[in-house]
């Protein structure tokens, strides 16, 4: 069996006084699609900015793809993508000239972003558009283009912050269409929503209140412990009852 | 001053058309909404719900077409709506290095009042924050901020309330707390108007307008919505359902599959009046293609299922 993408253990981040993440403990399988669900405030940041190598641990540790997310921050950033609701692509550059600059960020030659870079805005439909400024795109087939961007270095693990937020519901499910051919493909996807209906196209959920991982499962598991029809209930009753 | 009909719509929409460059946010929008509504406006973002928001409020003019709020025209009459309107824009409105007293009484002071006398009308939401009253406001945790802001937009006792997007990007129980207040408000009889990009909110509200590229595709109640859907839909759970949904589309009865949740579905080519058949024979194909177990039950539409089949008729750029 191979090793896991994530092995978190006791991994906490304390700012003064206050706990933002408590001594998280858990693992991500190569492949599988993972939910990370919280409240506003809850620590969700907090941990991914941990994982994606970006803060240092104040306890405990975490290897993500084999590299430790404390000792090794460097080896972790070159194995992940990632991409978030706020902040993905230059909307002052082109389709093209994104794609140009994400893969000379993630290390790739000339020539592979030639290939990659072109069968991706194929793939996409987004040839056409490749001169046009990513600001002049919808949202939609913006959100798909900086999702193909971070996975354009074949990262073992993406992680997507929200990446579905104020998006219409027709390409919201395209886009999870996206990640689970990602996943079948063997990249493991890290992903927060506030989507309830979309914590259930996950392998498995975790919901952060307080710091703490107060729930860790698949989603009819967690449905099942706690007696209700849908994971939004599930949350609604640990949340507010932290 | 042209002076408001007495029992009229709160507000009336006419043909509103208005346009950025190249991008046409409305496209022609009308409808009314009745006093004492909890009317929504559901659609994703670039739909044009800021921008009918900002036309409705006066702080931008239409192109084309008008429209009336409490009896008053927005072009001409605009002192009159902004000195009764509650306005709680989609950014966080408030000063961040302002505590969160210190902002409720900036704008009680803005449209010259105080925070005494609005008590009574933000008193159930108050008394949620007055626990921070001296905390900066740049230091509350994003629910708090939005029930700050619709003090703030409620303080001078307006007659009607317009919210954007008040819950985007807020967490599942915030949300829920929000539409528990306005719930209150509306049965104090204010006239409420929100824009929502969470379709499942839809059901909070006393009708909604389905909004989509500058375009009106449904108005009706949130049960009501559905009326129009003209083609069988079934429900499809089963276990491995990324491939059931691939196998689904290969149906010849399919228009679209989609997840939802933990199921899929599957819109027909069939009419709603034959689901029931439709259901039946989607069972029995998928047990011949090695999915015995799966469970196929005929379904009404959700809100959802309405939004996208609307959008698909529409041809959007979006559904591309």
């Not at chain 1, 969700?44 to 803060?55: E, H, P, Q, V």
């Amino acid at each position: 069996m191979s090793e896991p993408a994530i092995v978190a253990e006791g991994l906490t981040r304390r700012f003064g006084d206050f706990v933002a993440v408590d001594a998280l403990t858990f693992e991500v399988a190569r492949g599988e699609v993972f939910g990370f669900l919280g409240a506003n405030g809850a620590g969700k940041t907090t941990a991914i900015r941990m994982l994606t190598g970006l803060l240092a641990p104040s306890a405990g540790h975490a290897t993500v793809a084999g590299h430790d997310v404390g000792r090794d921050p460097e080896g972790v950033r070159r194995r992940i993508g990632y991409m978030s609701q706020r902040f993905s692509l230059y909307e002052d550059l082109t389709v093209r000239e994104n794609v140009e600059l994400y893969g000379g960020i993630y290390g790739l030659s000339d020539a592979e972003i030639r290939d990659r870079g072109g069968a991706l805005l194929e793939s996409l439909g987004l040839t056409p558009w490749a001169r046009t400024l990513v600001g002049a795109i919808p949202l939609g087939r913006k959100q798909k283009l900086a999702f193909s961007v971070a996975l354009i270095h074949r990262p073992a693990i993406v992680f997507l912050d929200e990446p579905t937020g104020g998006v219409d519901p027709i390409t919201r499910r395209q886009f999870w269409e996206m990640i689970y051919e990602t996943a079948a493909r063997g990249t493991t996807v890290f992903v927060t929503t506030h989507y309830m209906d979309e914590a259930e196209y996950c392998d498995r959920i975790s919901i952060m209140v307080d710091g703490r991982m107060a729930a860790l499962g698949t989603p009819a598991e967690l449905k099942r412990a706690h007696g209700v029809a849908s994971v939004d209930d599930v949350f609604v009753r640990l949340a507010r009852a932290g | 001053m042209s002076a408001p009909a007495a029992g009229g719509d709160a507000v009336i929409v006419r043909d509103v058309a208005k346009s950025f460059g190249e991008t046409h946010a409305l496209r022609g929008v009308s409808l009314a909404v009745a006093p004492g509504e909890l009317f929504g406006f559901i659609g994703p973002d670039g739909a044009g719900k800021t921008t009918l928001f900002r036309i409705l409020t006066t702080l931008m003019l239409p192109d084309a077409g008008s429209a009336r709020v409490l009896g008053f025209d927005v072009e001409r009459d605009l002192w009159a709506i902004r000195a009764r309107v509650g306005y709680m824009p989609g950014r966080f409105s408030l000063y961040p290095d302002l505590t969160v007293e210190e902002n409720l009484r900036f704008f009680a002071a803005v449209f010259g009042t105080t925070i005494a006398e609005g008590r009574a009308v933000i008193e159930p939401i108050w008394r949620q924050i007055a626990p921070f009253a001296s905390r900066r406001a740049d230091a509350l945790s994003g629910g708090m901020k939005q029930k700050l802001a619709l003090c703030c937009a409620l303080v001078h006792r307006p007659d009607i309330l317009f919210l954007d997007e008040p819950t985007t990007g807020v967490d599942a129980v915030s949300r829920r707390e929000f539409w528990e207040i306005l719930a209150e408000l509306r049965a104090g009889g204010l006239t409420t108007l929100v824009s929502t990009p969470y379709m499942d909110e839809a059901s909070q509200c006393d009708r909604v307008a389905l909004i989509h590229e500058g375009r009106i595709l449904a108005i009706a109640p949130p049960d009501a919505l559905g009326a129009g859907f003209g083609q069988a839909l079934v429900a499809v759970r089963g276990a491995d359902r990324f491939a059931l949904l691939k196998l689904l589309r290969e149906h010849s009865d399919t228009l679209a599959v989609y997840p939802f949740g933990a199921e899929l579905h599957l819109t027909s080519r069939r009419p709603a009046a034959e689901r029931d058949a439709a259901a039946r024979d989607v069972a029995a194909w998928l047990a011949a293609r090695g999915h015995p177990d799966a469970v196929v039950a005929p379904i009404e539409p959700g809100i959802e299922d309405t939004f996208m089949a609307r959008m698909s008729g529409a041809a959007g750029e979006a559904a591309a």
